[in-house]
């Protein structure tokens, strides 16, 4: 897109830049910020109906689609509080910094081939680590609301997500390892053809640890039945017990932003990201790699597929959220330090082990070979990693260091 | 069901504590037996711990001031004037209940203001430390041996015991009108 | 703190070379913008009095210098500068912070003495510092530092013993396993101070006290004299009511 | 003597010290049931001491009864327990006919066994929902309000009121039924007996409920009776003892006729356990659980009840009989009668001067009792534990604070 500001455009290259990046970062902001008030709008519709009841019907003609701009409204109309005890400047930023960290992940996220904000070949931990920084604004919020159910809310929130980096760590590993990249473009390409080939279905070992991460992920979100830094029954609110109007609205929006980042993320490491279970541009002979109006519509399709799969994922954490009741602290941490990380390490281990006896998977020809694609770095004849690769076969593969050593 | 073990029963709480019995209605709705005020711990520990009939749970402690403030009226009552306890009992295994009554003076040393004093039951009921700081609070009697006698109901600087019948609601309370 | 502060300040500060405004360079701006931030918020850190508010710049003075990191192309080093220091260290810092929040450790106040120790130590170190970098030759030029390549891979390779510095022949290290030794080394000492982190915060302590039970069916008789003394004081099975209930008492 | 408490499994032996810190939880919190509030001395997340204070909804009802005549303060009972009013409204009745040595006619008598055990199933109902609130989750609170609408609605046929009905009252009832309800309550049972099953599934048998109820605030079965708890509070912790099989004559005789089994553990089962789900193996008698799960049984053993009571009910002729005149003077003496309402065994004492308006109208109230248990339960447990061991005792304030 920069190429052609400046070829066909002819703006400055500064300037190309600067619209290329502020477009990129407006579309961004603009889906997010938009899917999440379509989220809270969902999450009312499937709650009432989960619960036997209509949700809004009202506002904006039918279905009350609307409602969640006329909550927004409200919000904007209502009074700023802020206890007197509060430390001022940490209770204002609190709530940014959450967001800032839940929307600050998306720029790596991709969405279909080549529609990703910032390329990076370490995609994979970026999103982890920025996902991390989110519980820093709840912490935070926690400390300077001066309350004691903001304190507790924001010390259960530190101890549950700092626990639970961990075996979410060892489940996003997995797909990393069978990719060989933690790219995350590389990884949904190494899926891509038939859902037999999503790393879902890779190994039973995978298939165990998707679901790992999916416990870990709505660990990680704070989402029912994990909810406990604003477990309503004990803690009033938790963190945001003494947050009102848009500060508190920021928060909300931070949670429906992490929530659909680690279903697309799930989507992407595990769901053969924007590949649908049909290769359908495949059988049509269209390819998404070329730049031409075809390629762009496989593209656009692909997108479609991976927000779908992430909508999907985020619909069912609505569900479990309105049907199970909440975990108590120790029950969660026990969840994650004798269960999920214990059998994420050990799936981590079968996978790997599967990977080096049977890449092939038990079906031989069902998948593609595992060289195929490989990280764009390695793809050009001039990368220098590609020439000293130890193996001279211009595919970087493990090489046992018993092997190296004369 | 209620106590229909007759005299035999109550001929051992009189052996066993001579003199703790006052009184005894048996005919009544719901028999009772009267208790000196002084020795009412002692009566429930005897009840619930040496009694043939164990009375393991105390249900209810009520207090009832029998006091007519209109003198005109007080003339004409046939009964004394005083603050009278009244304890339900009840043993589950069984199934029997007993009522156990206490007369007070409604103010020790008739001295208006200071509180009537009875031992306290917590010591034989655990279940009996709120039944009697509600009667402390609402009726004004005054439970020694309690662990925390303090109001229950009322906020703790709240003026005067509502249930006695000569109780003045205060004018106001922390600058709200209560009449 | 202090030290370290002003050391990720004066790293910051380093090479920041101020192009001229008529290329308006994206990297460069973004690299001023990370580094102002970075020094910035690691002064705040030093001049703040509240523990909380001291992580929270350190955390954005982090986060910028893991900016930085990305500018410079070490995205690997960025992320994990994210995802340790300020993801892992800080929240457990102001989580510790909030566990035993208590005012005199919540807000420290540095004297005139200590400031000026601080001063001299900070300076020396920033001197160094700046000697070091600027004795380094290809680095007082701008742009003569090459295009970067992805760093993950060949970090990971080599951290699995990978040589992928290709070491000219002859030279010693030829034939030698790489970074795995050392990786190995560093990952054991981690486990052993892990274990030796949950042993010592494992401090003996018996369990809560908790008031003896009344059991009316397994109480002994009482005899008539006790009966006596029952409602005269206070009740031996009923719970004290304050004190003697809360949890703990040393190991 | 001690020994139950030695190995505890509730102890939980930690060891990093963190700074001890009130907590008010309450009067105003969403777990609270009202206006309860718990003073919490908490290390961290460990409880290790609660402090309850009420009042906060006192309203002076026993003050009032001494200045009302005994049929005016029928609707000051009904704002006790307001979620079982119809159970309130029935005991003062019932105490006050005790005194009079009246009798009910025989319609009455089934027509009150019918509400009686109605007003049960509405008041177990958002107690169990209330509880899947206190261990957060909201959907069956929902499904819990959808059946109790629709007693309120036969409430509402029947006397006018939603909430406070004051419709049994001293002598009998204040109106018959209107045509056609008997029909529509027992389409309602039709409806909601297998319903039942929905809430085993989202709440009695499920993983995390049993997590979070089994085990916890386990009371001895002499604890229970040394506080004088009752109810389900009570038979949860195996105490066999159920008022309307075991109280006053005068009560029980409503009962006359009537099969019913009470819902208590008894060499490890429960009566009818083959309709239930199983006891989960965590389970202990006396916690959270059982607690909880005698309440889904008497749900029950109530449509049960009321069943028999609709067939008793047509089947007499005549009418309800007249209530007493609110002017009614009421004898010299005392009686004191407890039934057994939705929360415990609620008492109400009465002592009459041979005026109309009684000398003193004392209730002894049920949540009052099994409130008082909360600080010795709630001892060295975590915060998420003590909504679920105060919602497992299923108090309302109103009755507490009266």
């Not at chain 1, 059998?343 to 092939?360: C, K, N, R, T």
């Not at chain 2, 105390?58 to 603050?83: F, Y």
């Not at chain 3, 008539?224 to 719970?239: D, Q, S, T």
């Not at chain 4, 605030?217 to 105490?239: F, N, Q, T």
Request: hydrophobic share 45%; charged share 20%.
């Amino acid at each position: 897109m920069v190429e052609y500001l400046i070829d066909r455009v002819g703006l400055p290259g500064w300037l190309a830049w600067t619209a290329a990046a502020a477009l990129a970062a407006v579309l961004i902001l603009n889906v997010i910020a938009g899917g999440a008030l379509v989220f809270i709008w969902a999450e009312r519709k499937i709650a009432a109906r989960i619960q036997d009841r209509l949700g809004p019907t009202r506002t904006g003609g039918k279905f009350g689609w609307l409602q969640s701009l006329a909550d927004g409204i409200k919000l904007l109309a209502k009074e700023d509080l802020m206890p007197d005890g509060a430390d001022g400047m940490l209770f204002r930023l609190a709530p940014y910094v959450s967001f800032c960290a839940s929307f600050c992940a998306f720029i790596a996220l991709p969405f279909a081939f080549d529609f990703v904000g910032l390329r990076l070949n370490v995609a994979v931990f970026f999103v982890v680590a920025v996902l991390g920084l989110e519980v820093f604004g709840v912490i935070l919020a926690g400390y300077a609301s001066a309350s004691k159910w903001s304190l507790f809310g924001s010390m259960r929130e530190a101890a549950q997500v700092v626990s639970y980096e961990v075996p979410l760590g060892m489940c996003v590993v997995v797909p990393v390892m069978l990719a060989g990249s933690m790219d995350m473009v590389t990884i949904a390409e190494k899926q891509a053809g038939w859902f037999w080939n999503w790393y879902l279905f890779h190994d039973p070992f995978t298939f165990v640890i998707f679901w790992v991460y999916v416990t870990c992920a709505v660990a990680s979100v704070n989402r029912a039945p994990f909810d406990l830094a604003e477990a309503e029954s004990e803690l009033v609110a938790g963190f945001h017990t003494e947050y009102s109007g848009l500060r508190w609205s920021f928060f909300f929006m931070a949670e429906y932003g992490s929530m659909f980042l680690v279903s697309a993320m799930a989507a992407v490491l595990f769901l053969g990201g924007w590949n649908g279970p049909v290769p359908l541009a495949t059988l049509a002979g269209l390819s998404e790699g070329t730049g031409d109006t075809a390629g762009y519509l496989v593209r656009l399709l692909g997108m479609v597929n991976l927000l779908g799969k992430a909508t999907l994922g985020v619909l069912v954490m609505m569900w479990i959220r309105w049907t199970l009741p909440r975990l108590r602290i120790d029950q969660v941490m026990t969840t994650c330090l004798k269960y999920c990380t214990p059998i994420a390490a050990v799936m981590f281990a079968g996978a790997m082990l599967w990977q080096l006896f049977l890449p092939g998977g038990l079906v031989p020809g069902m998948r593609r070979p595992a060289g195929e694609i490989r990280e764009g770095w390695l793809e050009g004849p001039g990368g220098r990693a590609a020439a000293s690769a130890p193996t001279g076969s211009g595919d970087l593969v493990l090489v046992p260091a018993a092997q190296v050593r004369p | 069901m209620q106590v229909t073990r007759g005299p035999g029963f109550l001929d051992q709480l009189d052996a066993a504590l001579p003199g703790a019995v006052t009184g005894r209605n048996l005919e009544a709705l719901d028999p009772w037996i009267e208790v000196a005020p002084g020795r009412i711990a002692e009566v429930c520990h005897w009840l619930k711990r040496s009694s043939p009939v164990r009375f393991d749970s105390l249900e209810c402690i009520t207090a009832v001031d029998w006091h007519e403030p209109d003198p005109k009226k007080a003339a004409k009552v046939s009964w004394q004037p005083r603050i009278e306890l009244v304890y339900h009992l009840w043993s589950t295994p069984a199934r029997v209940s007993l009522v156990l009554k206490c007369g007070l003076p409604r103010w020790k040393d008739d001295q208006p203001g200071s509180l009537p004093e009875l031992p306290s039951v917590t010591g034989v009921w655990r279940g009996a430390d709120w039944h009697e700081r509600e009667v402390y609070d609402l009726s004004g009697v005054w439970f020694t041996g309690h662990p925390d006698l303090r109001r229950i109901l009322c906020p703790e600087d709240w003026e005067g015991h509502p249930l006695r019948k000569d109780y003045v609601q205060p004018v106001e309370y922390h600058g709200i009108r209560n009449r | 703190m202090i030290g370290a502060a002003v050391a990720v300040a004066s790293t910051s500060c380093l090479g920041a070379v101020v192009p001229p405004l008529a290329v308006l360079d994206w990297h460069a701006v973004f690299f001023m913008l990370f580094a102002a931030a970075a020094c910035g918020c690691a002064l705040a850190v030093v001049l703040a009095d509240n523990v909380v508010r001291m992580a929270f710049y350190l955390v954005l003075s982090l986060g910028a210098t893991a900016g930085l990191f990305f500018l410079a192309g070490a995205e690997f080093v960025g992320a994990m500068q994210l995802m340790i220091y300020v993801g892992g260290t800080l929240v457990l810092l102001v989580f510790g912070v909030m566990l035993t929040a208590q005012a005199p450790f919540v807000s420290i106040k540095t004297s005139a003495g200590e400031k000026a120790v601080a001063g001299l130590l900070g300076g020396a170190l920033l001197t160094l510092l700046l000697v070091a970098a600027l004795s380094v030759e290809p680095w007082r030029r701008p742009g003569s530092v090459g295009p970067t390549e992805p760093s993950a891979t060949p970090l990971g390779m080599a951290l699995v013993g990978v040589r992928v510095d290709e070491p000219p022949a002859g030279s010693p290290a030829v034939g030698r396993s790489g970074y795995l030794l050392p990786f190995e080394i560093i990952s054991v000492h981690l486990l052993v101070v892990l274990v030796a982190a949950a042993y010592l915060a494992r401090a003996k302590r018996r369990k809560t006290p908790r008031p003896v039970e009344m059991v009316a069916s397994v109480e002994p008789p009482v005899s008539v004299a006790e009966h006596a003394a029952i409602g005269r004081e206070a009740p031996a099975g009923a719970p004290a009511r304050s004190g003697s209930v809360l949890v703990g008492g040393g190991s | 003597m001690a020994s139950i408490l030695d190995d505890d499994p509730r102890i939980i032996e930690f060891d990093v010290r963190t700074d001890e810190m009130l907590v008010n939880m309450g009067p105003q919190h969403p777990s609270t049931h009202g206006v309860l509030r718990l003073v919490l001395r908490t290390d961290g997340e460990i409880v290790s001491e609660v402090e309850p204070h009420i009042g906060y909804l006192h309203r002076c009802a026993e003050k009032i009864g001494e200045n009302l005549t005994a049929r005016q303060w029928i609707p000051y009972t009904d704002r006790m327990d307001y979620l079982a009013a119809m159970n309130m409204n029935l005991g003062w009745s019932l105490a006050v006919e005790k005194l009079m040595k009246y009798e009910v006619s025989e319609k009455a008598r089934h027509l009150r066994v019918l509400i009686a055990e109605l007003g049960r199933i509405a008041s177990h109902l958002v107690g169990m929902g209330a509880y899947g609130l206190d261990l957060g989750t909201f959907s069956p609170f929902l499904y819990a309000f959808r059946e109790r609408e629709r007693i309120l609605d036969l409430f509402e046929e029947a006397c006018g009121a939603r909430l406070t009905y004051s419709y049994i009252t001293v002598g009998g009832l204040t109106a018959d039924l209107p045509p056609g309800w008997l029909q529509r309550c027992e389409a309602f049972l039709d409806q909601f007996e297998p319903v039942i099953k929905e809430y085993h599934a989202l709440l009695t048998t499920n993983a995390i409920f049993v997590k979070r109820t089994a085990n916890i605030g386990v009371m001895s079965r002499e604890m229970a009776i040394d506080y004088g708890c009752s109810g389900p509070v009570l038979r949860g912790s195996g105490v066999d003892q159920d008022l309307r099989r075991d109280g006053e004559a005068i009560y029980t005789a409503m009962y006359d006729g009537y099969a019913f089994e009470v819902a208590v553990m008894k060499n490890g089962r429960y009566p009818r356990d083959h309709e239930y789900p199983p006891v989960p193996p965590d389970a202990v008698i006396g916690d959270c659980w059982h607690r909880f799960f005698v309440r889904m049984i008497e749900v029950v053993q109530s449509m049960d009840l009321v069943r028999q009571a609709i067939d008793r009910y047509s089947a007499c002729k005549g009418t309800i009989g007249e209530p007493l005149k609110l002017t009614e003077k009421i004898p010299a003496g005392d009686a004191y009668l407890e039934t057994e309402c939705p929360k415990g065994q609620m008492g109400f004492y009465v002592v009459g001067d041979g005026t109309a308006i009684p000398w003193r109208a004392r209730a002894r109230s049920s949540s009052f009792s099994n409130l008082s248990v909360t600080a010795d339960l709630c001892r060295g447990c975590l915060i998420a534990d003590v909504p679920a061991i105060v919602g497992s005792l299923d108090i309302v304030m109103g009755e507490i604070d009266r």
